[in-house]
């Protein structure tokens, strides 16, 4: 919570006090998010359809294709199951990059003890395994739901969405591809607006209906690692993978560049005879200043001419070191944008 003095012609007023909540895309748990508005039928048939010829996805996919159609509520082919399927999880996050990997708790499990519904799996058919797996699924999401959908957004004023599009866009166009995936998902389930639903729903546990998120600011990280100029397509790239649903008259949003700690300077640096916009900055353990032009930040999806070649090298800064002896602040790029989006409207 921030709690912020107030004063109007030299009229102290009652202090502001807003909500703040920072989510660190693709945090497992954010993840979640979209499974509370979708089906396990619907969850399994998604999730099967995107593993399809995936080689990491061999082992659970023989597996799952190898249970008969009304196969029992057998709790040894769960088991089995959820083992192979949290296993292939696991592969695909440290192995391949990939972030659109649900459950998110699968990979960040909640402290203490596991409930016995979180052994599920994506299943087709029917039978008692397919029910008993249904029936685990709608426990998990009842857990996300109670445990973390409402609590945390159920009283915000404000969000901020921290996303790092540079790392997705080096890793490559299969995992860049399951990171927009993912991010486009997991905004399409933040539900900024009140809707009727929900402060029916809200009144029915006899609870206060949830206040609008009214500002929402999505903020693509490390962005001083490309040079300015390539900063306004990363916010646009940012604007077209992050769904645009949320906003409206009562809701705005904003999709800015910003390092917390800036780890380099713009310069222009002569490349091939042409002058280029470009960073340099200290590799960690490295005194020299090294100079950076990791390419042409796409403003929009890329396309397939623009995987045709390596993109987007992105070195492994050291922060800038704080001027004046550290008198002059941690230097920083776009968090006073930020603020001013968020804050306006308050003081």
């Given amino acids: 919570d921030l709690v912020l003095d107030r004063q109007r012609l030299g009229i102290s007023l009652p202090p502001a006090r807003i909500r703040l ?38 082992e659970f996919l023989a597996y799952a294709a ?53 052994a599920f799996f994506p299943m087709r058919g029917g039978g008692g395994l397919h029910s008993l797996l249904a029936l685990r699924y709608a426990a998990y999401v009842r857990a996300v739901q109670e445990d973390l959908a409402e609590p945390m ?44 639903l929900d402060t029916a729903l809200a009144l029915g546990r006899l609870q206060r209906p949830p206040r609008t998120v009214s500002r929402v600011a999505y903020a693509a990280t490390k962005s001083d690692h490309v040079a300015e100029r390539q900063r306004g397509n990363l916010s646009a790239l940012l604007r077209a993978l992050a769904s645009p649903e949320s906003s409206g008259p009562d809701v705005r949003t904003a999709h800015l560049p910003i390092a917390a700690v800036r780890c380099t300077e713009d310069f222009v640096w002569t490349l091939d005879g042409r002058p280029v916009s470009a960073v340099r900055g200290r590799r960690i353990g490295d005194e020299r200043l090294l100079r950076s032009y990791p ?29 004046e002896a550290g008198r002059g602040g ?9 603020l001013l989006f968020l804050l306006d409207g308050v003081l």
């Fill in 21 to 58: 909540e920072l989510l660190d895309y693709p945090g497992e748990w954010l993840l979640d998010l979209p499974l509370v508005r979708t089906t396990y039928a619907e969850w399994s048939a998604t999730v099967l359809r995107r593993l399809e010829g995936h080689p990491m996805a061999q």
């Fill in 66 to 118: 190898a249970l008969p159609a009304g196969a029992p509520a057998d709790e040894a082919l769960a088991a089995t199951g959820h083992r192979l399927y949290r296993a292939m999880l696991a592969r695909m996050r440290d192995g391949a990059g990939l972030s659109l990997l649900q459950p998110g708790r699968f990979l960040m499990p909640a402290p203490g003890p596991e409930p016995a519904w979180m």
């Fill in 153 to 196: 957004f159920g009283n915000l004023d404000r969000m901020v969405v921290l996303v790092d599009l540079l790392s997705a866009l080096s890793a490559g166009e299969a995992a860049f591809d399951d990171a927009s995936g993912a991010l486009t998902a997991a905004a399409g389930a933040l539900r900024w607006r009140r809707s009727l």
């Fill in 295 to 323: 390419g042409e930040v796409p403003d929009r999806p890329p396309d397939a001419a623009f995987w045709a070649h390596p993109f987007l090298q992105l070195p492994v800064f050291e922060p800038r070191r704080p001027p």
């Fill in 330 to 338: 941690v230097p920083e790029l776009g968090l006073d944008a930020l």
